[in-house]
């Protein structure tokens, strides 16, 4: 019998760059988590591929799948639908697999609650003027857009206290070191390992 | 102001080869925690230097230190003390810095109740097939001493409960790496860091 695998939250304000991040870690070779694609219903922003970086889909198919029950978490965002498929999810973690969402905080918040014991891990921006900064560069929102981002991001940031634990996304690199890390130190903790060491006691 | 350091406590069962990752952790260049050196009233082994390996004490000046308080943990083993002065401990903790204990298992349990918080990992032979032959191997031990230390170990390893995480010392550096993301996830903790940043939200 494998043990479950472990199902890795990075969530974060808006602009902080979650989407970075995650590609900066599916870039490495020895990358052991296996990504759960999202959908959403906003349109691809330019380089984007349908099934790599999101499965699009129109309103109306994202209503329905939330009716059929098939999206382990969803939340409307400014004006357009994220989820995750949650088939997908389970089957993964059943065959012993780190399963990596990169998600929005609200629908973190759900996946909390129907899967407590995962890890949730909030991505920080070293400052406020920083994440304005970043929310700016990207140069695709008008400046209605950008403040009511910021507005968003500041209530966002207040929903730390849901996650385990914190990186501030300082550097690409070093937020992946610390992310890597957490994950390796989690299949070390006491509680998820225990019951494999004291076994060995009993046999002679 | 600066966040106080953390107490990194590294123990685990006699014959594991805490001294062993101890000593390699500390052989790294880049390694940022400062070791405690803890005393003993044990003969230095080959090679073992004073105020290096250990301080070696008489049994009369280790009993005077604990009658003056100046011992954070102590534990009489095999028929020796070892413990670990309290005062560099405090101090160093206080600058800001990681301190490093390698203890035995009776130590860290009185460490546990004054340092709460800190951050107790557990070493953990593969097998116990693999911790016999590792004391066996040590080769500086009777045959009765051996089964006595087997029989401890084993009562050792049912203490795995006191401790936040458990790391197999299957391969000395991988050990070494488990350790060393343990330090790093744990300064991520949410509980640790979330003040300073909820701080940045009260800033305009």
Partial sequence: ???????IVLSGPSGVGKGTVRKEIFSQPDTKFEYSISMTTRSPREGEVNGVDYFFKT????????????LLEYAEFVGNYYGTPVDYVRETLNKGR????EIEVQGARQVREKFPDGLF???MPPSLTELKNRIVTRGTETEDIINNRLNVAKEEIEMMHLYDYVVENDQIDLAC????AIV????CRRERVEPKYLKMLEVK
């Fill in 121 to 123: 891990i909030f991505l």
């Fill in 59 to 70: 309103r109306e198919e994202f209503e329905q799948l939330i009716e059929q029950g098939k």
């Fill in 177 to 180: 070191e610390r992310i890597n």
């Fill in 98 to 101: 780190d399963v990596f969402l």
């Fill in 1 to 7: 019998m494998h043990e479950k695998g472990l199902l």
């Fill in 184 to 187: 390796v130190a989690e299949h």
